[in-house]
């Protein structure tokens, strides 16, 4: 039983890194004939709208004094950091140094749970992470590092992954009891009326009537939305109620590796060195959650301070 729930884990985790990876490739050729903006709205208006029918049925199932807190994670999860994302690709951050960028959002969650959600932390996580880290960080270097060209847009990005890091907090620790598709139904057909208000003000479909690109534009959006926003949410909230914080979170370090393959494949130079640096952060990954940790964890759920739980 505990090595098919390992084995769901790690499925929802590669899931997660394959839908996330290709959404930077996804928002590169979105940009052809949308900006930044445009981009951010109708990625949340499309996802929002697949969920809207369900988050009818679901919203009155829950319980009301969550659905603030549930609206605080689809905002802070989904929709600011679509705008800054989308808005940081649309000028000078490449999709590959994108998913990079991200990739501090485990980092963080270590952070933040320390400093402000009393999680404690095993010293072979900290470890992992920190493997982890140092690869991402050499990544970093190997693509031409962080230029005062492109550092505000940057900024862009680690603004959105603090904000994914508070989130997968907020979740684990007040929203785990409730049912992962639930939740995501309920969380982005919310954002869906504020997306849908920016789209119709940046009139973000006109591209549908004006050229060939346009509508590719906007079926590459539309991909994003439902596949990387509505899709993903429900595998993420699924992997944070499963597999606990950490775990979920160290999504993103599984992300590098497709984006850079996304990039290959669109021109986008690649070296041995990028790919060494990926095969690092990839060992972090299995050293923070290797069986022997895991082992320790389950004793730390016994106790009323953990709010961790298993990675398998």
């Given at each position: 039983?505990?090595?098919?729930?390992?084995?769901?884990?790690?499925?929802?985790?590669?899931?997660?890194?394959?839908?996330?990876?290709?959404?930077?490739?996804?928002?590169?050729?979105?940009?052809?004939?949308?900006?930044?903006?445009?981009?951010?709205?109708?990625?949340?208006?499309?996802?929002?709208?697949?969920?809207?029918p369900?988050?009818?049925?679901?919203?009155?199932k829950?319980?009301?004094?969550?659905?603030?807190?549930?609206?605080?994670?689809?905002?802070?999860?989904?929709?600011?950091?679509?705008?800054?994302?989308?808005?940081?690709?649309?000028?000078?951050?490449?999709?590959?140094?994108?998913?990079i960028?991200?990739?501090?959002?485990?980092?963080?969650?270590v952070?933040?749970?320390?400093?402000?959600?009393k999680?404690?932390?095993?010293?072979?996580?900290?470890?992992?992470?920190?493997?982890?880290?140092?690869?991402?960080?050499?990544?970093?270097?190997?693509?031409?590092?962080?230029?005062?060209?492109?550092?505000?847009?940057?900024?862009?990005?680690?603004?959105?992954?603090?904000?994914?890091?508070?989130?997968?907090?907020?979740?684990?620790?007040?929203?785990?009891?409730?049912?992962?598709?639930?939740?995501?139904?309920?969380?982005?057909?919310?954002?869906?009326?504020?997306?849908?208000?920016?789209?119709?003000?940046?009139?973000a479909?006109?591209?549908?009537?004006?050229?060939?690109?346009g509508?590719?534009?906007?079926?590459?959006?539309a991909?994003?939305?439902?596949?990387?926003?509505?899709?993903?949410?429900?595998?993420?909230?699924a992997?944070?109620?499963?597999?606990?914080?950490?775990?979920?979170?160290?999504?993103?370090?599984?992300?590098?590796?497709?984006?850079?393959?996304?990039?290959?494949?669109?021109?986008?130079?690649?070296?041995?060195?990028?790919?060494?640096?990926?095969?690092?952060?990839?060992?972090?990954?299995?050293?923070?959650?290797?069986?022997?940790?895991?082992?320790?964890?389950?004793?730390e759920?016994?106790?009323?301070?953990?709010?961790?739980?298993?990675?398998?």
């Amino acid at each position: 039983m505990m090595h098919n729930q390992r084995l769901v884990n790690w499925v929802l985790f590669i899931l997660l890194s394959l839908i996330w990876g290709s959404s930077f490739i996804l928002m590169k050729w979105s940009r052809q004939g949308l900006n930044g903006i445009q981009i951010g709205a109708l990625r949340i208006f499309f996802a929002g709208l697949v969920f809207f029918p369900f988050a009818i049925a679901h919203i009155g199932k829950m319980q009301r004094r969550k659905i603030p807190l549930v609206l605080l994670s689809g905002l802070l999860g989904n929709l600011l950091p679509a705008f800054l994302f989308a808005i940081a690709i649309d000028n000078k951050i490449d999709s590959a140094l994108a998913g990079i960028l991200n990739s501090l959002t485990p980092l963080l969650t270590v952070i933040l749970g320390a400093l402000f959600f009393k999680t404690g932390l095993q010293q072979q996580k900290l470890i992992g992470v920190t493997i982890g880290f140092a690869g991402l960080l050499l990544l970093t270097l190997a693509k031409g590092g962080i230029s005062l060209q492109n550092g505000g847009y940057a900024s862009l990005i680690l603004l959105a992954t603090l904000m994914y890091a508070i989130n997968v907090h907020l979740a684990a620790r007040y929203l785990k009891d409730l049912n992962p598709l639930r939740m995501a139904t309920v969380s982005l057909a919310g954002m869906a009326i504020p997306a849908a208000i920016v789209a119709l003000q940046q009139n973000a479909f006109a591209p549908l009537w004006q050229s060939g690109i346009g509508r590719q534009s906007i079926g590459a959006v539309a991909l994003l939305g439902i596949m990387g926003s509505a899709v993903a949410t429900v595998l993420f909230y699924a992997l944070i109620k499963r597999a606990g914080a950490l775990f979920a979170s160290l999504v993103t370090y599984g992300i590098p590796v497709v984006a850079l393959g996304w990039g290959v494949l669109d021109n986008e130079p690649v070296s041995g060195m990028q790919v060494a640096c990926l095969a690092l952060i990839l060992t972090g990954v299995w050293v923070a959650n290797r069986k022997k940790g895991e082992k320790v964890e389950k004793s730390e759920v016994r106790s009323p301070k953990s709010e961790e739980r298993a990675a398998g």
